[in-house]
């Protein structure tokens, strides 16, 4: 629907051109106005409808999905990726939700299927700790409230920033809700990850100290391209995630039982905190859509 005042802003880094009618066309179910915004170096051999925006950029994925908030006009905002479809009036579902809920700090996130199959209580901070806390997957959330949080951390240059915000949201009071009946469905091009998920992960736990030789000297060899996730999220993405929220080690003084939310013993892992450990450094307005800021991977 095309309407000049929408109430849900969508956007996302855009890599996949051949995949944005198959996105769009999943929320052509939906009532209430919208607007869609992609934002990457791959322009449309295609004409887009009428509440559909593309922002040229060069700059690394996050800088482009923070790109797309400080240029998104609804009340409500929802980051996406561009190879996904969302389920039957998903945004009309999401907004009658949102309302219901009546709470300005709350992520409302949709249930992840990935290859049909429900993928939803797998999400969490550790995806194998119970304890740690829900994440979100294209979590709906107020403009204000992202706002009001600085939106993206630069340090990150293409994953797991929306764990950081996510965090963040907690970490005011605010809290992620999953969607009753919301589904967003994830298609990834096979490989070996995806082949032998459970192997693989299985693998790379028993020799943490290695992880990195691991995926450079057989994973990658393997592959015919390198994923963003294999590329930035294993080595740059996650670590810096983890230096903003977990303590390797216990302070002298101990830690209160309430300002954390899990130990996990693990090598790689640590003590989760309820605090951030150190301050959000937002992107700048200026040169924004030139210029990467902090990290830049391969990008301008």
């Given at each position: 629907?095309?309407?000049e005042?929408?109430?849900?802003?969508?956007?996302?880094?855009?890599?996949?051109?051949?995949?944005?009618?198959?996105?769009?066309?999943s929320?052509?179910?939906?009532?209430?106005?919208?607007?869609?915004?992609?934002?990457?170096?791959?322009?449309?051999?295609?004409?887009?409808?009428?509440?559909c925006?593309f922002?040229?950029?060069?700059?690394?994925?996050?800088?482009?999905?923070?790109?797309?908030?400080?240029?998104?006009?609804?009340?409500?905002?929802?980051?996406?990726?561009?190879?996904?479809?969302?389920s039957?009036?998903?945004?009309?579902?999401?907004?009658?939700?949102?309302?219901?809920?009546?709470?300005?700090?709350?992520i409302?996130?949709?249930?992840?299927?990935?290859?049909?199959?429900?993928?939803?209580?797998?999400?969490r901070?550790?995806?194998?700790n119970?304890?740690?806390?829900?994440?979100?997957?294209?979590g709906?959330?107020?403009?204000?409230?992202?706002?009001?949080?600085?939106?993206?951390?630069?340090?990150?240059?293409?994953?797991?920033?929306?764990?950081?915000?996510?965090?963040?949201?907690?970490?005011?009071?605010?809290r992620?809700?999953?969607?009753?009946?919301?589904?967003?469905?994830?298609?990834?091009?096979?490989n070996i990850?995806?082949?032998?998920?459970?192997?693989?992960?299985?693998?790379?736990?028993?020799?943490?100290?290695?992880?990195?030789?691991?995926?450079?000297?057989?994973?990658?060899?393997?592959?015919?391209?390198?994923?963003?996730?294999?590329?930035?999220?294993?080595?740059?993405?996650?670590?810096t995630?983890?230096?903003f929220?977990?303590?390797?080690?216990e302070?002298p003084?101990?830690?209160?039982?309430n300002?954390?939310?899990?130990?996990?013993?693990?090598?790689?892992?640590?003590?989760?905190?309820?605090?951030r450990?150190?301050?959000?450094?937002?992107?700048?307005?200026?040169?924004i859509?030139?210029?990467?800021?902090?990290?830049?991977?391969?990008?301008?």
């Amino acid at each position: 629907m095309i309407n000049e005042n929408p109430i849900i802003s969508l956007f996302g880094p855009a890599v996949h051109p051949e995949f944005w009618m198959r996105f769009y066309n999943s929320l052509s179910s939906n009532e209430i106005p919208f607007e869609v915004i992609f934002v990457g170096n791959k322009p449309p051999s295609f004409q887009l409808p009428g509440n559909c925006h593309f922002i040229y950029t060069e700059v690394k994925p996050v800088q482009c999905v923070e790109i797309g908030a400080r240029y998104a006009v609804g009340d409500l905002i929802m980051p996406f990726a561009d190879d996904i479809v969302l389920s039957e009036h998903a945004l009309d579902n999401l907004y009658r939700e949102f309302k219901e809920l009546n709470d300005d700090r709350i992520i409302l996130s949709c249930r992840y299927v990935w290859e049909g199959k429900d993928m939803t209580g797998t999400g969490r901070y550790w995806s194998d700790n119970q304890n740690s806390p829900i994440m979100p997957v294209g979590g709906l959330m107020n403009r204000k409230l992202w706002q009001q949080l600085g939106g993206i951390d630069k340090h990150f240059v293409g994953l797991f920033w929306d764990l950081d915000i996510a965090m963040r949201v907690y970490e005011i009071g605010g809290r992620v809700v999953l969607s009753k009946n919301v589904y967003l469905e994830e298609f990834r091009t096979p490989n070996i990850f995806s082949k032998n998920p459970l192997i693989v992960k299985k693998f790379l736990r028993m020799f943490p100290g290695i992880r990195k030789k691991i995926i450079e000297w057989i994973v990658f060899p393997l592959e015919k391209k390198k994923t963003l996730f294999l590329e930035f999220g294993v080595f740059t993405d996650r670590p810096t995630l983890e230096r903003f929220w977990v303590m390797k080690n216990e302070p002298p003084g101990g830690v209160s039982p309430n300002s954390i939310y899990c130990i996990d013993k693990r090598e790689d892992r640590g003590i989760l905190s309820k605090k951030r450990l150190a301050l959000v450094e937002p992107f700048e307005d200026k040169h924004i859509l030139t210029v990467s800021q902090g990290p830049k991977g391969r990008w301008k």
